[in-house]
Structure formats: structure tokens, C-alpha cells
């Protein structure tokens, strides 16, 4: 049976093969839609501090009706390219609520694709209350997993994920993110031990 989410990927496949993207148009056509929704370009302030003359706005993409599936098919490429086949992990996610939608779209992805990942959401605190759980879904308890986020700027989401699923038991493998602003990231993950990922860099969204 073919599901909505597979004829929209195919929509798109088809629509950038017709614009000539014939070097990976999943990816290609992704940055077209990350240029189009989440690329703002006005003054900004980051997290690091540092002012921008532009923001991206994640979301306005993960969240996007066409853009959401093309997500979670460009990450599970980018992952088995750089040597993490599905079979090599067991879920992905990371720190609500950045990451969650790119979780949720990897999911299905594998999912359309015979495989068996899970997601799970990073709360910023554990409840204090009912299970008083700070990682939701399936156990990772001895799982190996994918930190996500969708745009990091100084890498403090995915380290404070990272910490609190090895405080739960699983081995993190690396992170993996859609946009890398190059603005200190890359340098802060991997100075702690972690390979880090990203789909798509400044100069795909032509911002470089």
C-alpha cells in the first residue's frame, strides 16, 4: 500500500529530476524548501550571543507538509553515507522540541523503508511527577542511538540530550543535525568525544 508520505516524496523526487537535480534531489530539493521556510533574513541575536544577519527557523521546514518526509529520508542517507545503517542504531532523537519532529520524520522514513527505528524525546527535565522519566518513548536502556537536532549554533541541545541518555543507559553514537550554521558546533560535540553530522551546511542554502 502506498501512503500519503510515500506520494509526497515521490512529488518531489519527480518535481527536482524536472528542475535537472539529478545528484541526490532528495537533498537538493530539501534545501530548496529550507531556503523557502526557514531561511529569515533579517538581524538576529543567536543563542551564542552573536548577531546574524540571518535566522533559520527550523520548524517552518520539519513541519512542512512536503519538507517533513524529505527530512527523514535525506537524514537516514546522510546516516548509512557516513557509516550508520539502520542496522547500526536503534533510535533516534534528542531535546524537545527542536529535534522532535526530525525524529518523528526519520521514523517513518525507515518505517516506508522496511525498518525498525525508534524515536524518543529528550525532556530539558526529568518530571517530577508519574514516571518522572526525562527520556520519553521506547526504553533506550542499552540501546545505541542518534542524537538529532534540527539546527545547532553552539551545540548545547545536543550535548545536554546526549548526557541524559547515557544517564539512562545508552550509548550514543553521534549527533546528526539538518543545518550546521557553522558558528561553533561541530567544534563543541566533537571536542566532546562526538562525531557530528549535518545534512546540509550554509553554502546548500546559499548562505555561504
Do not use: W
Request: charged share 25%; hydrophobic share 45%.
Amino acid at each position: 500500500m502506498i501512503c500519503d508520505g510515500d506520494l509526497i516524496v515521490e512529488a518531489a523526487l519527480a518535481f527536482a529530476y524536472d528542475r535537472g537535480m539529478t545528484n541526490d534531489p532528495r537533498k537538493a530539493r530539501l534545501a530548496e524548501l529550507v531556503k523557502e521556510l526557514a531561511v529569515i533574513h533579517q538581524k538576529v541575536t543567536l543563542a551564542s550571543g552573536k548577531e546574524s544577519d540571518f535566522y533559520v527557523d527550523m520548524r517552518r521546514a520539519t513541519l512542512h507538509h512536503e519538507a517533513a518526509p524529505l527530512v527523514g529520508h535525506v537524514m537516514l542517507d546522510m546516516l548509512e553515507d557516513n557509516g550508520f545503517a539502520p542496522d547500526d542504531f536503534d533510535a533516534v532523537g534528542g531535546l524537545t522540541m527542536g529535534a522532535d519532529p526530525v525524529a518523528t520524520a526519520i521514523l517513518h522514513a525507515a518505517a516506508s523503508r522496511g525498518l525498525a527505528v525508534d524515536a524518543f524525546v529528550v525532556r530539558k527535565e526529568a518530571k517530577d511527577h508519574g514516571m518522572k522519566r526525562q527520556v520519553e518513548g521506547p526504553s533506550v536502556e542499552g540501546k545505541r542511538v542518534i542524537v538529532l537536532e534540527d539546527t545547532s549554533t553552539t551545540g548545547g541541545s545536543p550535548m545536554q540530550a546526549a548526557r541524559a541518555l547515557e544517564a539512562g543507559g545508552a550509548q550514543v553514537l553521534a549527533v546528526a543535525v539538518i543545518v550546521d550554521r557553522d558558528t561553533g558546533a561541530r567544534e563543541v560535540i566533537e571536542g566532546a568525544g562526538y562525531k557530528y553530522l549535518n545534512a546540509l551546511g550554509l553554502e546548500d542554502l546559499g548562505l555561504a
